[in-house]
């Protein structure tokens, strides 16, 4: 609610109160973003504290509403820094649209490990030996150097490999589903990633997702399957019905799928461990695919991460603002349709 500035026994016209209530948005703009600015400030120093009191373990936990593979690209420009200052990163994150109470406090470790960690770092950590960044942004960490421009699809990869290990239950069931659905057969990836993405990347119709799968299909003429992964539930039937009599399509079956234009990872309902774990079997089924065709988006961006000789081609460039890795590397790299 506005606060009245108006002198009760004059009447303004009301030009002049749009005046006011302008010059009081202005006033509240530029507190909230002063404010914003000397906490981060102050997150920065109490980060640079904890880092130089954590030895060669660099131990971060990720508080915010940014989706999971958002959390997993700086969590990948952390890996860098270690790299460089042979420091071993310790990743967690309390993020509250993924995390599931009965399952623990800490999402990350619902999916993946930290394999370069010994039993006695975790040990200390759980002890409350090592201090813990947590952020909201990967600006508040203090980080000497922009290491997001630094990574590539060649140098990746192997930080994946080395840093982020995935756990064997969500290994077991992409094995399960690709021994069903994909053992024998040649199969061709789609991602099509809907809701809020339109701000970021320009959003492409159905109907022109169908012409670059059939594009794909007559130049190729090896597919015999489509995998079809979406956050829209539309998208999933549209494919359904577009390719039923011409080829097979199959998809992973997600109980936590946009079906009113609301994104997953903030949706008010359903269960977030289910939310996070098939985001994170949707992005390595597509790793496992022969070739993948895919707006933009992190999530489909990192089966090229999990699986660096998958061919990708990306049907849209994201808008200038909004080209983050993998994306931008695959821009350079791969042709569109």
């Keep these: 609610m506005r606060l009245d500035l108006t002198p009760q026994y004059c009447a303004p016209s009301s030009q002049s109160a749009v005046s006011t209530e302008i010059a009081f948005d202005s006033r509240r703009t530029k507190i909230f973003a002063a404010r914003e600015w000397v906490r981060d400030r102050v997150l920065r120093h109490i980060n640079r504290l904890r880092r130089a009191r954590s030895g060669e373990l660099l131990v971060v936990n990720i508080h915010c509403w940014e989706g999971l593979f958002?959390?997993?690209?700086?969590?990948?420009?952390?890996?860098?820094?270690?790299?460089?200052?042979?420091?071993?990163?310790?990743?967690?994150?309390?993020?509250?649209?993924?995390?599931?109470?009965?399952?623990?406090p800490d999402w990350y470790a619902y999916f993946f490990s930290n394999p370069q960690l010994t039993a006695e770092d975790e040990m200390r950590i759980e002890r409350g030996r090592v201090p813990v960044c947590r952020i909201e942004n990967i600006r508040q960490l203090g980080l000497p150097a922009d290491y997001d421009s630094e990574l590539s699809l060649s140098n990746a990869p192997a930080l994946v490999h080395k840093y982020i290990g995935v756990n064997d239950d969500v290994l077991q069931k992409v094995n399960a589903f690709?021994?069903?659905?994909?053992?024998?057969?040649t199969v061709l990836g789609?991602?099509?990633?809907?809701?809020?993405?339109?701000?970021?990347?320009?959003?492409?119709?159905?109907?022109?997702?169908?012409?670059?799968?059939?594009?794909?299909?007559?130049?190729s003429g090896r597919f015999d399957s489509l995998f079809v992964a979406s956050d829209e539930q539309?998208?999933?039937?549209?494919?359904?019905?577009?390719?039923?009599?011409?080829?097979?399509?199959?998809?992973?079956?997600?109980?936590?799928?946009?079906?009113?234009?609301?994104?997953?990872?903030?949706?008010?309902?359903?269960?977030?461990?289910?939310?996070?774990?098939?985001?994170?079997?949707?992005?390595?089924?597509?790793?496992?695919?022969?070739?993948?065709?895919?707006?933009?988006?992190?999530?489909?961006?990192?089966?090229?991460?999990?699986?660096?000789?998958?061919?990708?081609?990306?049907?849209?460039?994201?808008?200038?603002?909004?080209?983050?890795?993998?994306?931008?590397?695959?821009?350079?790299?791969?042709?569109?349709?």
């Design 70 to 104: 958002a959390h997993l690209e700086w969590f990948l420009e952390i890996a860098l820094h270690c790299e460089r200052f042979a420091l071993r990163p310790c990743f967690m994150s309390s993020s509250p649209q993924y995390v599931e109470p009965a399952q623990g």
């Design 178 to 185: 690709c021994e069903t659905h994909f053992k024998g057969r």
């Design 190 to 219: 789609v991602h099509y990633r809907g809701t809020d993405k339109r701000v970021e990347a320009p959003r492409l119709t159905y109907e022109q997702v169908r012409e670059a799968i059939d594009g794909q299909l007559t130049r």
């Design 234 to 337: 539309e998208f999933i039937d549209f494919m359904q019905r577009s390719f039923l009599r011409s080829i097979r399509v199959v998809w992973h079956n997600d109980e936590e799928r946009s079906r009113a234009g609301v994104p997953v990872h903030h949706a008010a309902s359903g269960s977030r461990f289910r939310r996070g774990q098939e985001a994170v079997l949707n992005c390595l089924l597509l790793s496992r695919c022969s070739a993948l065709l895919k707006t933009p988006s992190i999530l489909s961006g990192w089966s090229k991460l999990f699986n660096p000789a998958l061919p990708v081609t990306l049907l849209a460039d994201p808008y200038q603002r909004h080209r983050w890795f993998p994306d931008r590397a695959l821009m350079r790299e791969t042709v569109a349709v």
